[in-house]
């Protein structure tokens, strides 16, 4: 199975702050990766596909960027409702796996 | 609005079973992939098992793979998860996900999951 390392596993930052996330992939998966926003208690949302498209609905201060196997998503200016676990994900092949998330924390 | 919705999860005992189903609306059903992510307590997101438009070709897991299966019925608009042989580890809340649309080339390019149900709880414990 392919492997995402997400890093870092914990980000603490303020309101206005810029933002990036790491995903790195054990080999080469293209730009078949996707990028979620989960908050406590509910279920994920889809943020960015295909390494950076702004999936619709969702801020323009999100955006994504990489190919192979390292990735970024960046937050331009963090907001009071972005704070969240973030999760990157590969679908180039199956098993489809997951990072091991990131917290972005209020600082 | 597409809305997925969950049922069927509980309390199960280790080497039990359990059916989840989901049920979606909004969108045509049968277009789409469909797929079972999971989330143990604390822990992050892990896919399951997914499942052709037409209900033929599925893939699972290596964690679950003999012991979940996965289907659909697209005259109901639902999705099933048959879980057998239930161990500790399986323990998570089930989300039911949709993929994204696919394209003339397959579905491939679609293999993201688009829509999220608000899931069932399994707790497997003795």
């Known amino acids: 199975d392919i492997q995402m390392t997400q890093s870092p596993s914990t980000l603490s930052a303020s309101v206005g702050d810029r933002v990036t996330i790491t995903c790195r992939a054990s080999?080469?998966?293209?730009?078949?990766l996707a990028w979620y926003q989960q908050k406590p208690g509910k279920a994920p949302n889809l943020l960015i596909y295909?390494?950076?498209t702004l999936e619709s609905g969702v801020p323009s201060r999100f955006s994504g960027s990489g190919s192979g196997t390292e990735f970024t998503l960046t937050i331009s200016s963090l907001q009071p409702d972005d704070f969240a676990t973030y999760y990157c994900?590969?679908?180039?092949?199956?098993?489809?796996?997951f990072g091991q998330g990131t917290k972005v924390e209020i600082k | 609005e597409v809305h997925l919705m969950e049922s069927g999860g509980g309390l199960v005992q280790p080497g039990g079973s359990r059916r989840l189903s989901c049920v979606a609306s909004?969108?045509?059903?049968?277009?789409?992939?469909m797929n079972w992510v999971r989330q143990a307590p604390g822990k992050g997101l892990e896919w399951v098992s997914n499942?052709?438009?037409?209900?033929?070709?599925?893939h699972s897991a290596d964690s679950v793979r003999g012991r979940f299966i996965i289907s659909r019925d697209n005259a109901k608009n639902s999705l099933f998860l048959q879980m057998n042989n239930l161990r500790d580890e399986d323990t998570a809340i089930y989300y039911c996900?949709?993929?994204?649309?696919?394209?003339?080339?397959?579905?491939?390019?679609?293999?993201?999951?688009?829509?999220w149900g608000q899931g069932t709880v399994v707790t497997v414990s003795s």
């Open positions: 499942i052709s438009r037409s209900g033929i070709s599925t």
């Open positions: 295909k390494a950076s």
């Open positions: 080999q080469n998966i293209y730009d078949w």
């Open positions: 994900q590969q679908y180039n092949s199956y098993s489809w796996t």
């Open positions: 996900a949709r993929g994204g649309r696919c394209t003339s080339d397959g579905c491939h390019s679609a293999a993201f999951f688009q829509h």
């Open positions: 909004g969108f045509i059903f049968n277009d789409y992939e």
